[in-house]
Each structure stands twice: as structure tokens, then as C-alpha cells.
């Protein structure tokens, strides 16, 4: 059953403040996002904004917000108001998305993997690639379809993996430790490499990167090397990138 984010926005954003989102998460969407200054930036699936404000503050000219959870968009618009970015925030669906626009670059962490299927894969990529100018960037980070070791816990971290299956559409869950032991659970999609690789392929993305998930050098020096090596070895999520070179589009 699909994720509803009106129900845990706030835990979901606590999840945001453990070591490896930052260290890791958001050290290799940085990465792969490179020079963002001046630049128009789509934050799609933004949830409560954690990396949308981030585009922002690190130079991109104009960012905007879109997340189909009212709730996460009320909590992102909360932090706008306490501390003004400028930044837009809408609700908004990536299945049938037209902001009449187009972006430099379009980040989307974590939301392909909420495709249960082919058909909503490639409809997420062609309303990408229908939002970016031509020369412009996708990057995003997601469940990693080919995970090394599924079964390895990665309670350490504050999280769980349980993949119930490898057949396209089949339940990926991850759990997310609250400070009480409590958990959210986020219902994600199996889908193969290749399908992501045909998809973006078909709404006309090119140059498609796979990358692995880095520490930064803080993270390294703040935690024992030995810390991260589970989650480096079992490489739960990884990040894509590619661009659009078909003006035409
Ligand atoms: C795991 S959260 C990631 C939030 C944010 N990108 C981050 O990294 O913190 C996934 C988000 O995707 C959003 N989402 C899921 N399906 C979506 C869709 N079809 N269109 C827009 N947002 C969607 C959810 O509401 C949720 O906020």
C-alpha cells in the first residue's frame, strides 16, 4: 500500500536530522548536482523542503517545491515563513505535473521509487523531462534496485530494508527509527535498472549516471571509518543522473 505522508511529515522529518542523510545522502545529491548557482532548480517530491531549501542557500537563483502531501507542503511553507528563502511550494502530482515551465535543474530524491509500475516510470520521466531546458540536469537518489547484501540491517543507521521481492512492482519498505524505537513505515517499488535505464531513455534523458553513495569528510572524521561500512557494502539507495539534449522536446 502506498506511502501517505500527511500522517508522519513530522517523523519523516526527524529522519532527515540522522548522521547518514547527511553524510551520505545529502553529501552524494550535492555531488551529483554540482554548481547549482544561478540556476532555476524543480525540487520535485520535496517533502518538507530539507533539500530544497538547501538549493537554495547554496546559489541556485530560483528553486520551487512540489510534493503530492499536503502536509509535508504545510511544514515547508512553516520553515519559509520562519526563515524566507524564496521559495515556491506547491502540491502536486509527478504523474501529470505542468507548470507551463521549464527548470535548469530538477532534483527528485526519493520519488521514482513511489513508480509501482512501467506505465507511472515513464510518465515521472516524461514530466521531467518536459519540465527541463534543453541542456538541463536530472539528478535524484532512490531506492538502489540492484542493493548489494538486502538482507544486511541497517538498524545502526536508524532505518531497516526489507525488500520483499525482485520482481518489478514488488514492495520494497523501509522502516525509520523514531528516538522512542517507534517506527514509519515508506512502501517503495522494485524496479529493475534496466526499466529506470528504458524510461528516462524514452522521454528523451541522456548520459545516465548510476552513483554510489559517498561520505563526506566530515563523516568520515566525526564517525569510525569502520561505522559506514555496512552501509557503504550493502548500498541501500543510489543516486542518477542525466540531461536533456534534445531541444525539440
Ligand atoms: C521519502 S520522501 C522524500 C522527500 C524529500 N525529497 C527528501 O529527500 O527529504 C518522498 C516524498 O515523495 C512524495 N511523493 C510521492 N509520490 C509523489 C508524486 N507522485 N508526486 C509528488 N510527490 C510525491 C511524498 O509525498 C513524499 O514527500
Not at 512502501?187 to 524510461?199: Q, V
Amino acid at each position: 500500500m502506498s506511502t501517505d505522508y500527511n500522517k508522519i511529515a513530522d517523523e519523516y522529518k526527524y529522519s532527515k536530522s540522522l548522521p547518514w542523510r547527511k553524510y551520505l545522502e545529502a553529501h552524494t545529491l550535492f555531488n551529483i548536482a554540482g554548481d547549482m548557482n544561478g540556476k532555476s532548480v524543480l525540487d520535485l517530491a520535496c517533502g518538507e523542503g530539507f533539500y530544497t531549501r538547501l538549493y537554495k542557500l547554496k546559489g541556485a537563483a530560483e528553486v520551487v517545491g512540489i510534493d503530492l502531501s499536503e502536509q509535508m507542503i504545510v511544514l515547508a511553507n512553516e520553515a519559509e515563513k520562519v526563515d524566507p528563502l524564496g521559495i515556491s511550494y506547491f502540491v502536486g502530482n509527478a504523474l501529470d505535473l505542468d507548470l507551463g515551465r521549464k527548470f535548469d535543474l530538477i532534483s527528485a530524491s526519493y520519488l521514482l521509487n513511489y513508480s509501482e509500475n512501467e506505465s507511472q516510470l515513464q510518465t515521472m520521466c516524461n514530466v521531467i523531462a518536459k519540465h527541463l531546458k534543453p541542456g538541463g540536469r536530472f539528478v535524484t537518489i532512490n531506492n538502489n534496485p540492484e542493493c548489494k547484501h538486502p538482507e544486511m540491517s541497517m538498524r545502526k543507521y536508524g532505518f531497516e530494508r526489507i525488500q520483499k521481492g525482485f520482481n518489478d512492482g514488488d514492495e520494497v519498505i523501509f522502516k525509520l527509527y523514531l528516538p522512542d524505537e517507534s517506527h514509519i513505515d515508506l512502501t517503495n517499488y522494485h524496479l529493475s535498472k534496466k526499466m529506470h535505464e528504458r524510461c528516462l531513455e524514452a522521454a528523451g534523458l541522456t548520459n545516465i549516471h548510476w552513483h554510489d553513495m559517498e561520505i563526506s569528510a566530515e563523516g568520515v572524521s566525526l564517525f569510525e571509518e569502520s561505522y559506514w561500512q555496512d552501509l557503504l557494502k550493502c548500498e541501500p539507495v543510489k543516486g542518477i543522473s542525466c540531461e536533456k539534449n534534445n531541444p525539440a522536446l
